[in-house]
């Protein structure tokens, strides 16, 4: 029953976020969608950007599992320019994360500060699963060589953030969103992958999955240690 109780909190929390953004909604109101009292709440979760955190784990782990799908079904998709473009579509599908990356600059900021004082060592393996990923590409020959594996990463990063946050400062006239993706997909291709790079990508394929089944594991118990009262 405790696990379930901290499902029904973790569901309100989401619907709330989506509804009215992390700034206004309060542990009452949290409680209130819930059905259940702001004592409750505070059993579970000791702070309104923990839970909020837990939140968006869940998410992740969801996000995750589509990715490793898509990567046992296609190689071709684990490509970094595909892995961005993905990332891209599946963060405007998912309420919770788009909010989260696309709304206000403020509540990313405060969760990742956040994150990083309360989950510093799953943090720290989120970044090193990403890091590890780009090392798997560059050992099959996959991304070019020429770059530094931080610089690669960091650039990779500038990218993807770029594209899903400029929306509001573009004024020009509006992209279908799939034409946005694929954009992003050129971009990253054009800038990091070897020519040859989509006829080696299976080769990593197993390795890749390996490091986000890992990542998954340590998100699902933090998250089952965060519901526990």
């Known amino acids: 029953m405790s696990d379930e109780r901290a499902d029904w909190i973790l569901d309100a929390a989401g619907e709330l976020l989506v509804a009215w953004g992390y700034r206004r909604v309060t542990i009452e109101d949290v409680a209130r969608r819930a059905g259940i009292g702001k004592g409750t709440v505070y059993l579970h979760f000791k702070t309104k950007e923990m839970l909020f955190l837990t939140v968006v784990m869940r998410e992740q782990v969801r996000l ?3 990715f490793v799908a898509a990567f046992g079904a296609d190689p071709s998709l684990a490509l970094p320019s595909q892995l961005a473009r993905l990332a891209y579509l599946w963060v405007h599908e998912d309420p919770i994360i788009h ?3 696309t709304g206000d600059p403020e509540t990313l900021g405060a969760l990742v500060r956040s ?3 309360q989950l510093g060592p799953l943090m720290k393996t989120r970044r090193r699963t990403i890091a590890g990923y780009f090392a798997v590409m560059r ?3 996959v991304v070019r060589d020429d770059l530094a594996p931080e610089a690669l990463l960091h650039a990779y990063t500038a990218i993807l953030t770029g594209f899903l946050t400029v929306d509001p400062y573009h004024v020009d006239g509006e992209m279908p969103l799939e034409a946005k993706a694929e954009l992003l997909a050129y971009t990253v291709r054009s800038s990091f992958e070897d020519p040859d790079a989509a006829g080696r990508v299976g080769r990593a394929v ?5 490091l986000y089944r890992n990542l998954r594991e340590l998100l699902i118990e933090e998250i089952s240690r965060r519901k526990l009262p």
């Open 115 to 117: 994150g990083a004082d």
């Open 99 to 101: 909010v989260i990356v």
């Open 206 to 210: 197993p390795q890749v999955i390996e």
């Open 139 to 141: 050992e099959h020959g």
């Open 64 to 66: 995750i599992d589509r």
